[in-house]
């Protein structure tokens, strides 16, 4: 039978949001910590980022975004966009320590809003959105850039031979699933 999600959040909507960013955010760690070092920093081609790249990318726009979320513009004057898509990182610990500011100035920003915030406008790069809006838009990002994320290291690990461990359900097991999850057969 399946069990009651744990709550996150006081407010159904933010508590959703936050929800899904974690779901997000679990599913990129575990596709990640199944390369080495070398491979989060490989790029497919010339013209696609590396993993540590996309990180550095969501880092930074989360930071930007969730810094005095309800005060001020989500593109702060201090981001270097562009420098995000530069691997600059010592290290694997230096790739992870960006992710994890990256993911903590979000998640403690939205964990910080009331219901009463879900009326407010807030604006990105000048342009007004409501705080429901800005959550959308950054959920979105944060699942596009998962998908990029689960789909690079999928290849990298299959190019070398590596067995990949699904991060969903495996091909040929939604059945088993369904009736784990206590799910009526059709």
């Known amino acids: 039978m399946m069990e009651a999600r744990p709550r996150l959040h006081e407010d159904a ?3 959703a949001v936050l929800f899904e960013l974690s779901r997000y955010r679990s599913m990129a760690e575990r596709a990640m910590a199944q390369l080495d070092d070398a491979a989060l920093r490989e790029a497919l081609s010339r013209e696609t980022n590396s993993i540590a790249v996309i990180v550095k990318h969501l880092s930074g726009n989360f930071r930007s975004r969730f810094t005095d979320f309800l005060t001020a513009d989500g593109e702060k004057p201090w981001r270097d966009r562009d420098a995000e898509f530069v691997d ?3 290290d694997r610990r230096a790739i992870e320590g960006a992710w994890e500011r990256g993911w903590a100035c979000a998640l403690g920003a939205i964990k910080g809003l009331t219901s009463a915030d879900l ?11 409501s705080v429901p809006a800005a959550l959308a838009r950054a959920t979105a990002h944060a699942a596009y850039h ?5 789909m690079i290291a999928r290849i990298l690990s299959e190019r070398r031979g590596e067995e990949w461990k699904t991060l969903t359900i495996p091909r040929g097991g939604t059945k088993e699933f369904n009736e784990r999850m206590g799910h009526p057969p059709a």
């Open 146 to 150: 998962t998908g990029q994320i689960v």
């Open 119 to 129: 009326g407010k406008m807030v604006t990105i790069r000048s342009e007004v959105h």
């Open 13 to 15: 909507q933010l508590d």
């Open 88 to 90: 600059d990182f010592a």
